[in-house]
């Protein structure tokens, strides 16, 4: 089968760094996505990797390895507006994207 | 209108009732999806379009159809609801199936 994983939940301190992993599972591979979700809202795109390594954009910044199949977004200087659902989907080889569950993360002061 | 816009924003529907959501874009995306999410489930997709005239099933499709007779429409029916169907349902595009995609707001939809 396939499958995404990712921490259902995480907790982190205002200022701070927080790092969220995503491994996956899939037949194939044509990119992976990272997607933000506030609480009653509809997600937004975030990030997309294709390629192994670092993509920055401002205090957000994602990494893919497809030889080890993960990935991670990593937040820097957290502020309370992060607060929100991270989603990870990867497209898989016949361009479906498959969407992980979801990591709610919780910002505290 | 800007973006994707979907209606109802929710709704509470009898068991057997016929219901269509309804989702218009108006970036000119040839893509269009049909998503259900439920708490503790990733997104799951219903139905796609890759472009005007074509539709395909996603990973959970039945009880539900869709038809996509111009660029900018999506509906999605549900011929007789049943109570799992009761999700939040999000709309999607995107410029080409290989795109990021947007999302509508949602529909909240609540089958008793």
Redesign the interface.
């Known amino acids: 089968g396939q499958n995404i994983d990712q921490p259902t939940e995480m907790t982190a301190t205002e200022g701070a760094i927080v790092q969220i992993n995503c491994t996956y599972q899939t037949s194939g591979f044509n990119g992976l996505f990272w997607y933000q979700q506030h609480a009653g809202e509809a997600p937004t795109f975030l990030s997309y990797n294709v390629l192994d390594g670092l993509e920055e954009k401002g205090r957000f910044s994602s990494f893919l390895s497809r030889s080890k199949g993960y990935s991670y977004l990593l937040l820097k200087e957290l502020q309370m507006k992060d607060s929100a659902s991270y989603l990870c989907a990867v497209r898989n080889g016949d361009y479906q994207l498959i969407w992980g569950a979801g990591t709610k993360l919780i910002i505290k002061p | 209108i800007a973006g994707i816009t979907q209606a109802p924003t929710s709704q509470i529907l009898a068991a057997g009732r016929r219901m269509t959501l309804r989702c218009t874009q108006d970036m000119r995306h040839n893509a269009m999806y049909w998503y259900r999410q439920d708490l503790?489930?990733?997104?799951?997709?219903i139905h796609y379009s890759n472009t005007a005239g074509t539709t395909g099933k996603g990973e959970v499709p039945d009880g539900y159809s869709v038809s996509r007779a111009n660029t900018d429409d999506f509906p999605l029916t549900l011929a007789s609801a049943v109570p799992s169907q009761t999700s939040v349902y999000?709309c999607a595009s995107s410029e080409t199936?290989?795109n990021?995609?947007?999302?509508?707001?949602?529909t909240r939809l609540t089958v008793l």
């Open positions: 503790g489930l990733g997104l799951r997709l999000f199936g290989q990021e995609q947007f999302f509508g707001p949602g």
